[in-house]
């Protein structure tokens, strides 16, 4: 398997992970707005993780060199895109959370 391959599984689990707390907490026998704020706050926690994990791959990619350097910042940037995906994912619930 392609390094490439790996981090795609590794942020398809974290996508899934994400979802499945979404709907799990979503469907609880709560209150609606219990469940909204601790949806929020938990969505908080992950929007946090998402940034360190972006800021961890970008200065990790300035430690590679020569052509290791250039293979490096190619999985760094879309290991980072499809980060950034899951942050503007986490912030567009985050969002609808908050107008309900």
Known sequence: MSKSGSGGSFFAFIFGVITGGVLGILFAPDKGTNTRDRLSYRLDKYRNRLEDLIEDLVESGDKVENEAKSEGEKIIKDAKNKAEKLL??????IDQI???
């Open 98 to 100: 908050k107008k309900n």
């Open 88 to 93: 503007d994912d986490v912030n567009g619930l």
